[in-house]
């Protein structure tokens, strides 16, 4: 059978996505984009983003105090297979509803919980210029033809003295749809070589010199350094990333740590060796 023109393949996937989002709940909302399909290698998807105001507000500074929800997110319309389709939607599900302060089955539920929570609030506290807001976004921020990696961003706010982002990353086997650890990737006798690069790296980003103690700043368990979970393959390397309160307190911020793809040399299982990444 020849391959469907690219013209009737995007108008599918354009239906594909308005079923995808009603039967999700997201009919009857303010859609601020809706970008054309990404088609790449086996995976198709629509970037999403999904906003609403209180009361008919604008949110992120057009109208002062707004209080508002956001989502933007790639809206899986096609992948290499149905295990795999079904493991990249469901971690997107599991982020935007199952995730946070505010849980629902959608996005609707999840917005009205948050409205209902705040005017309660307001109406307790008319006085306060306090607004909330829930702000979700996922990125696709690699792929090839075994890996794809998401991004996924959280920042929120009902009160206190600041608002909480968090930045979870995740990479998938695109064969399998497996979530990529770090012994998927790099060999079992080199992953104490990985740390040690990680360690250096971490120290020389930090200034801390290489037999100072870290715990002066930071909370390893036992003063050690170890790697964070929280990684994904990209372009560059793999990149760990600690979010707030994870290694530190608060002010410590967050810490984005690259490990070069040249740095790797040796080191890594089969599922990586097809792609090489500069420095």
């Known amino acids: 059978m020849a391959p469907l ?32 399909p990404v088609l790449a290698d086996s995976v198709v998807w629509n970037m999403v983003t999904l906003t609403r105001g209180f009361e008919g507000c604008y949110p992120k500074g057009e109208t002062p105090g707004c209080t508002y929800i956001t989502y933007s997110f790639p809206a899986i319309m096609e992948g290499p297979n149905e295990t795999v389709e079904e493991a990249l939607r469901d971690d997107i599900r599991g982020f935007l509803y199952r995730q946070g302060n505010y849980q629902g089955e959608d996005y609707y539920e999840i ?7 705040y005017n309660m609030f307001r109406n307790h506290f008319p006085d306060s210029p306090q607004a909330w807001f829930v702000d979700k976004k996922i990125e696709v921020i690699f792929r090839n ?21 968090l930045t979870y990353l995740t990479s998938f086997d695109l064969v399998t749809g497996r979530v990529l650890q770090v012994r998927d990737l790099i060999l079992p006798g080199a992953v104490p070589r990985l740390t040690d690069i990680a360690e250096r790296r971490f120290r020389e980003m930090k200034g801390i010199g290489p037999d100072d103690s870290l715990g002066d700043i930071f909370s390893f368990p036992g003063d050690r350094f170890r790697l964070t979970d929280n990684m994904a393959v990209t372009e560059r390397g793999l ?41």
């Open 111 to 117: 917005k009205e919980k948050l409205f209902r929570d």
């Open 5 to 36: 023109p690219r013209s009737v393949k995007l108008k599918n996937i354009s239906l594909k996505l308005a079923a995808a989002l009603f039967l999700a709940g997201f009919s009857g909302l303010m859609l601020l984009r809706l970008d054309r």
């Open 239 to 279: 990149l760990f990333f600690y979010n707030v309160y994870e290694i530190g307190p608060y002010s410590a911020g967050t810490t984005e740590l690259l490990i070069p793809s040249g740095e790797l040399e040796g080191m890594t299982t089969p599922i990586l060796l097809p792609e090489k990444t500069g420095n």
């Open 145 to 165: 033809p075994r890996i794809l990696s998401f991004s996924k961003r959280s920042d929120s706010y009902f009160g206190g003295a600041h608002a909480l982002p």
